[in-house]
């Protein structure tokens, strides 16, 4: 069976394999689905597969001399939800996630089988550059974060899942909604730098904390315009 990759999905690959083309010999048992995360490539990143010119699922029983096309998952990608949980390797991605608004559950101490309970049971796309994790067979649904830097990695999510954007409404911190708040109801929370500089507000409705467009303002909004600009 001759396995051909899509470009997209060669970085996947054993070196020898960059090529895309993958020769290989069916065992009789095995499952399509099964040969290719066996090459590295996990099944949440592969899109549409054509045996033989014709359609094909995962489970599919290959033989020798099929040939395979294996393409990319199609972008934007549409979710049923667009909730997320992030591996303990993400936070700088997940406090981008929230600042524009999506609903992303991370933890820095959580191991392989409560992220994985954590997105199963919430209905959270786990998002993780772990291709172990990824390839788990009791996880529901799952992404692989491209990029090394956490704005890459924002732009990669925002280009695939393509999710609507509420900026400046959850917090960075945990995770809840923020809602405006008059001055005087956090004042006694405030530097006194703070008190006098600041007149708008507004808290987290979970854990409390307080905030304000303050030092890091233009980085942040720089995050939310960029952000917006690749969402459109």
């Known amino acids: 069976m001759e396995l051909n ?14 090529a895309g083309r993958v020769t290989v010999t069916c065992d009789g048992t095995s ?3 099964h040969v290719i995360e066996a090459l590295g490539v996990p099944l949440t990143e ?13 489970s599919y029983q290959p033989r020798d001399g099929d040939s395979v096309l294996v393409k990319t998952v199609r972008r934007p990608q549409h979710l049923p939800v667009t909730r997320f949980v992030l591996d303990v390797h993400l936070g700088a991605l997940a406090r981008r996630m929230r600042l524009v608004g999506l609903d992303v559950s991370y933890s820095n101490d ?18 993780t550059k772990d291709r172990g994790l990824l390839r788990r067979r009791k996880l529901w649904r799952g992404g692989y974060v491209r990029g090394q830097r956490a704005d890459e990695q924002l732009e990669d999510v925002l280009g695939r899942f393509a999710p609507a954007l509420a900026p400046w409404t959850r917090c960075l911190s945990c995770n809840g909604s923020l809602v405006s708040v008059p001055k005087q109801d956090v ?3 405030l530097l006194p730098g703070t008190r006098r500089t600041y007149q708008e507000f507004s808290r987290c409705t ?13 980085r942040l909004e720089a995050i ?9």
């Open 5 to 18: 990759f899509a470009e997209e999905l060669r970085f996947f690959l054993a070196p020898r394999h960059r």
């Open 110 to 127: 959580l191991d392989d089988d409560a992220l994985i309970e954590l997105a199963n049971s919430g209905r959270r796309v786990l998002l």
């Open 224 to 232: 939310v315009a960029a952000a917006t600009r690749s969402a459109s």
């Open 206 to 218: 979970d854990c409390g904390r307080v905030y304000w467009r303050g030092a890091h303002r233009r």
């Open 31 to 33: 499952s399509l689905g």
């Open 187 to 189: 004042e006694r929370l």
């Open 46 to 58: 592969v899109g549409e597969l054509i045996v033989n010119k014709t359609r094909a699922g995962p």
